[in-house]
C-alpha cells in the first residue's frame, strides 16, 4: 500500500517565521495520527521561496517548473494544511495568488485543515470569515478545527488543557487523519479498454 501524502502549504514572509513553525507542528501531529494506521509522507511548501514565480505566473499563466511541482505536490494530496500570516484582518496576498493559480476543481473533496498565525488574538475570526469560505469554494473538505497561534500562543507552551495550542493543533490534526482516512481510495487507471465488439465475441457460445 502506497503511503499518504500530507502537503502543508505556509506563506509566511519571514525566517524563521512563526508560520512556518505552525504549519510544522500540525504536520508533525497530523502524521502521528495518520502513522497508527498508514505510513504518511509530509512536504512543506513554502510559498515565500516561490513568490516572483506566483506573480509571473497571475500575469502569464505559465507556471515556472518549481511552482508547477509545488501545486502538483498539493493537488496529489491526500490531505492539505494550509497555514498563513494574518494581514488586515485576512489572508495574505501571497497566500491567496497561490490557490489562485490552482485549477478551482484541483482541490474538490480533499480533506485540508485551516491555519493562521498573526500578533493579536483579535484576528482570530479572519479563519472563519476569509479562509474557511476561500475552501468551501473551492469544494474542499475544511476540518471543523481551525487553529490560529498568537504571539502570546508561543509563550504558554500550550499547557492549558481546554484552551492551549498544543491542545487545539492536536485535535485539528486527528481530525484531519480522519477525514484523510475515510476519503474513498482513488480508482485504479484502466490499463486498455476492451472494444464492444471483442465483449460480445467473448459472451457467444
Do not use: C
Not at 125 to 136: G, K, T, V
Request: aromatic share 6%; no cysteine; net charge negative.
Amino acid at each position: 500500500m502506497k503511503p499518504l501524502k500530507l502537503v502543508a502549504v505556509s506563506a509566511g514572509l519571514s525566517q524563521p517565521s512563526s508560520t512556518r513553525l505552525l504549519a510544522d507542528r500540525l504536520a508533525e501531529a497530523a502524521r502521528r495520527h495518520l502513522a497508527e494506521e498508514r505510513a504518511t509522507e509530509v512536504r512543506v511548501v513554502e510559498l515565500r521561496d516561490l513568490a516572483t514565480d506566483i506573480a509571473n505566473t497571475m500575469v502569464t499563466g505559465f507556471p515556472g517548473a518549481a511552482l508547477r511541482e509545488a501545486i502538483e505536490a498539493v493537488t496529489e494530496a491526500d490531505g492539505v494544511i494550509a497555514v498563513t500570516p494574518i494581514f488586515t484582518a485576512s489572508y495574505s496576498g501571497l497566500f491567496k495568488s497561490f490557490f489562485d493559480v490552482i485549477d478551482n476543481t484541483a482541490l474538490a473533496g480533499k480533506p485540508v485543515l485551516i491555519a493562521a498565525t498573526g500578533g493579536t488574538a483579535r484576528h482570530s475570526l479572519a479563519l472563519e470569515h476569509a479562509l474557511r469560505p476561500l475552501f468551501a469554494y473551492l469544494r474542499a473538505i475544511v476540518v471543523p478545527t481551525a487553529v490560529y497561534a498568537a504571539s502570546e500562543d508561543w509563550g504558554t507552551g500550550g499547557d492549558d488543557r481546554t484552551e492551549g495550542l498544543a491542545v487545539r493543533i492536536s485535535r485539528a490534526a486527528e481530525e484531519l487523519a480522519d477525514l484523510v482516512l475515510r476519503r474513498p481510495a482513488a480508482a485504479e487507471p484502466i490499463d486498455a479498454v476492451i472494444p464492444f465488439a471483442q465483449q460480445l465475441a467473448a459472451l457467444r457460445p
